[in-house]
């Protein structure tokens, strides 16, 4: 007889039966382990099973040998619901969830999962499902999660040596799969070991070819007898063409350059071209008399004897030896300033795309230290369309390297490690060993900046396990202890510091300092005084040191000694805010150490309790007027929180807490506040907030029935322009922007102007007349700005954002907060950014408000509405509603709330309305 629970299942199976399945579990806590459900269901699901991840459920993680049947996949039978029904009633929702994943169905594995309540097992095949789906960050933060509690889960580890598999990290997916094969369970540590083994090997003899390819390359400079490296010139084309370049520069005779013309022409008929042999032809015709003495000069230079360094330079430019004095630079990497024109002289002089190419890199640093970066983002771009098209494989990747750093710099931090990725990837397959080491380094830098904190530390580990760059101890324990820090894992970053510490030759720099400097508040160590002095042994005021290394260092040092001498701290911080104030906004060393300074006074003036002093410091660091009422502050430095609140009747009350144990950027902001300081609030019509990142920004902070907004000063510049006479009332509308291609941006509906006519005269910019420059001169007199365009920022985490606009002849495209930072926005104007994420703020800077909201007021904006996530189509009839209300007389904070309150009453699904941000002037 069927039990009931089944008659119900089978009655509803056609039509919803996930549905159904939900409804009936949701009934019954997990409490069993397949009970009731026969042996041969099991069975026949592993047996078909065609996933390489582990699961918890007893019955499902049954080692199971997987061969490649050589055809196409066969799509799963389906589940019998008899049997699903049984788990049900056995109260077994994770059975149910490990039978939908070894069909390879985990959407719906995943629907039950996330049911259950956390533990160690249903997170460790929740990171199964992350795994199946790609997310390897997800997979990753929850398996490290277990395994810091449970070191030994076999199936934790096995996923996550799978997750670091996937993700290129061999080494470290070997180490991994080793700890699993020391746990002897029957088949799978036979597996695990097979697995490391070959991971290790073929990483291993990655590493032998490329070397051997390079020694065999660099031994034609001293060995004539040496031969030619022709069969490994065609294996590793980019490493040998990369040195072969030093060994004809270093050829002392024309017999000697003519003998290296074979492999000359070997690698143009690999790459295309006659470059390298045409090369070779010009070399032999020189006249060796004055050349070869040269010549070995420089042969000595690539075997790392400096010392002639200037000599062969000025030797080499003297005799007209171009392609030496070129050497002599890129060896020293010295292809910057007066010496980039010399050397894109001496490239131009002789058609070689390897070179070219190389040159295109450099021409790109100079245009971003001049700060046209948009100008390098079109040049990198076209440079590997170029190089995509040739064969010079080994040059892309590295243009996909100064690609991704140059994102990283702009905080695009999404497609920072998308470049990156790119060139990980592209490095593994070309089998260049040491550009796989540079794309590691950079995706650490782009990891840590987004707060994917366990892709960092994964990236560090695979650096280590592959024996970095010379072993280098000290990069590796340094950089783990910078990431335990901004995880907030305390402890371990600890331990990084003093093994850092420890290592031969260590050569201590700021970032380590600032390590040290916040482990110092709860985990001071008996040397860190003297860590800190040699860390900051080089800042002085020496010329080659710029204004801003010393005010950090001054910042660092008070730091440190407030847990020493806390008035003597206090002073070093506040002689570093005013001494930073006279500095250019542009030294964004001497910026960091001017907010840090500021959070740092917060922090302690909360911990001793004096809530109104912390409240002062909040309004000071975001220059506007002080509240009388209604107001409330916060601040997050570290693990530590100061929340401030001001009530109806001025009074006030605080909050300081020190415990945190996770990493702001993974909480909710509303945690932040405690009932009791909500309470204090009550009868207040609206609410200032006073916030530094990585607060700013944040739209959970209160309730959507509550009325509030953020406050921000304005620059001393913007401020000065608001002096002159009301400017007549004028709206710019910006939209139907044409995106540059490059991006594959889809195009955004037509912006439609209102069926009645605008009472406010009206400025229209669309398609290729809204470019960044003619929008950013429209804004200057404008009372009303309202933008309709794509918002480019990382998907998964807050970061900053720009706004992609009409491109100009250059190339240029992007409305940035840089950009719009400078302007004087002479009609204090009321700013609508309808633009996905438009509102974004920088998670990874806590020196600057870095969004385009932030910049906006700082021109001279009284009020900027945006948004910090995706939002439909129909949010230009939101904004086009909050701007009625203000119209009519409401504050922008109440116009926003009651226009909020009205749609999500109207529509559910209009939960974006929750993230618009509104940022105020405090006038």
Not at 555 to 569: S, T
Not at 573 to 587: G, M, N
Request: with cysteine.
């Amino acid at each position: 007889m069927v039990k009931p629970a089944y008659d119900k299942v089978l009655i509803l199976a056609l039509a919803t039966p996930v549905l159904v399945l939900t409804v009936l579990l949701a009934r019954s806590p997990s409490k069993g382990s397949g009970e009731g459900v026969t042996p041969q269901f099991w069975a026949e699901r592993r047996a078909a099973a065609r996933i390489e991840a582990r699961l918890t459920h007893p019955e499902a993680d049954r080692h199971r040998p997987r061969m490649s049947s050589g055809g196409c996949p066969v799509p799963p039978e389906p589940i019998p619901l008899k049997e699903l029904a049984r788990l049900e009633e056995a109260g077994d929702w994770g059975g149910i969830a490990a039978a939908y994943a070894l069909q390879g169905e985990w959407n719906q594995a995943a629907s039950f999962l996330e049911r259950m309540p956390a533990s160690p097992n249903r997170d460790t095949d929740l990171a199964a499902v992350h795994l199946a789906r790609g997310a390897h960050e997800k997979a990753l933060r929850l398996l490290d999660a277990v395994l810091a509690i449970h070191p030994k889960h076999p199936q934790a580890l096995w996923n996550r040596a799978l997750v670091l598999q996937e993700m290129g990290l061999a080494m470290k997916a070997a180490e991994t799969y080793e700890e699993v094969a020391a746990l002897n369970e029957p088949g799978w540590g036979r597996e695990a070991h097979a697995h490391a083994l070959t991971l290790r090997d073929e990483t291993l003899e990655r590493a032998r070819k490329w070397q051997g390819a390079r020694d065999a390359t660099l031994a034609l400079l001293g060995d004539e007898k040496a031969p030619l490296p022709l069969e490994l010139a065609r294996q590793h084309p980019g490493v040998v063409r990369q040195h072969f370049y030093e060994v004809v520069r270093a050829a002392p005779s024309k017999e000697r350059a003519l003998a290296l013309l074979p492999l000359a022409q070997e690698l143009d008929r690999l790459q295309g071209g006659s470059a390298l042999g045409d090369y070779v032809r010009r070399v032999a015709a020189r006249d060796f008399a004055r050349r070869g003495p040269l010549a070995r000069g420089y042969a000595e230079l690539v075997r790392g004897q400096m010392t002639g360094l200037d000599a062969v330079r000025q030797q080499a430019r003297s005799l007209g030896e171009g392609d030496l004095f070129l050497g002599t630079l890129l060896l020293t990497k010295a292809t910057h300033g007066p010496n980039l024109e010399e050397a894109r002289t001496e490239v131009g002089r002789h058609p070689d795309p390897w070179l070219n190419l190389l040159m295109e890199r450099e021409l790109a640093r100079k245009e971003v230290a001049e700060g046209t970066w948009w100008k390098a983002e079109q040049r990198i771009f076209s440079a590997l369309q170029r190089c995509r098209e040739g064969a010079f494989s080994a040059r892309c990747v590295d243009l996909e390297l100064r690609l991704a750093m140059l994102y990283i710099d702009l905080q695009r931090l999404s497609e920072a490690e998308q470049h990156a990725r790119t060139a990980w990837t592209w490095a593994r397959q070309l089998r260049e060993w040491n550009l796989e080491f540079t794309a590691l380094e950079t995706l650490v830098h782009a990891s840590r900046s987004r707060n994917d904190f366990a892709s960092a530390r994964a990236y560090v580990e695979e650096w280590a396990a592959r024996g970095g760059r010379m072993n280098d101890c000290y990069w590796t324990h340094a950089n783990l202890a910078h990431i335990y820090y901004l995880d907030a894992k305390l402890d371990a970053a600890r331990r990084e510091v003093d093994a850092a510490a420890a290592c031969q030759n260590a050569k201590l720099d700021p970032m380590f300092a600032a390590t040290v400097v916040e482990l110092a508040r709860t985990r001071l160590g008996p040397r860190d005084a003297e860590l800190l002095k040699r860390s900051l042994a080089g800042v002085d005021k020496s010329v080659y040191v710029m204004p801003g290394d010393i005010s950090y260092a001054r910042y660092l040092e008070g730091r440190f000694m407030l847990e020493q001498d806390r008035a003597k701290g206090e002073a070093l911080l506040r002689q570093t805010i005013d001494e930073t104030k006279k500095l250019p906004r542009s030294d964004m060393l001497a910026r960091e150490a001017w907010a840090l300074s500021h959070s740092t006074l917060i922090s302690e003036a909360g911990r001793a309790g004096d809530f109104p002093r912390a409240l002062a410091l909040m309004v000071e660091q975001l220059d506007t007027p002080a509240p009388k009422s209604c107001s409330m502050g916060l601040s997050v430095h570290g693990e530590r929180t100061v929340v401030v609140v001001q009530g109806p009747e001025g009074q006030v009350r605080g909050y300081y807490d020190d415990r945190r144990q996770e990493s702001f950027s993974r909480i909710s902001s509303a945690h932040l506040i405690p009932d009791s300081l909500r309470q204090v609030l009550k009868g207040c019509a609206r609410v200032d907030v006073f916030a530094w990142p990585p607060v700013l920004g944040r739209t959970d902070l209160l309730p959507p029935e509550i009325a509030w907004s953020f406050r921000l000063g304005r620059g001393a510049r913007a401020q000065a322009a608001q002096a002159t006479a009301p400017a007549p009332q004028q709206r710019l509308v910006v939209s139907s922007v044409e995106a540059p291609s490059l991006l594959q941006l889809p195009r955004l509906p037509a912006w439609t102007p209102p069926p009645d006519p605008e009472p406010t005269p009206m400025q229209v910019l669309t398609g290729s007349e809204a470019t960044p420059s003619r929008v950013l001169a429209s804004m200057r007199a404008a009372t009303e700005i309202e933008i309709h365009a794509h918002g480019l920022v990382d998907p998964t985490i807050s970061d900053s954002s720009l706004v992609v606009l009409s491109p100009e002849g250059d190339g240029r495209y992007a409305l940035t907060a840089d950009a719009v930072r400078e302007q004087k926005l002479s009609g204090s104007p009321l700013v609508f950014l309808a633009a996905c994420s438009a509102g974004r703020t920088t998670t990874s800077a806590a020196y600057e408000p870095f969004s385009l909201p932030a910049a906006f007021i700082d021109a001279g904006a009284r009020a900027v509405l945006a948004s910090t996530v995706d939002i439909p189509d129909a949010a230009g009839r939101f904004f086009d509603g909050v701007r009625r209300r203000i119209r009519e007389g409401a504050a922008p904070a109440v116009a926003l709330r009651d226009e909020r309150v009205k749609w999500l009453e109207k529509d559910a699904r209009a939960s974006w309305t929750r993230h618009i941000l509104l940022i105020e002037t405090g006038e």
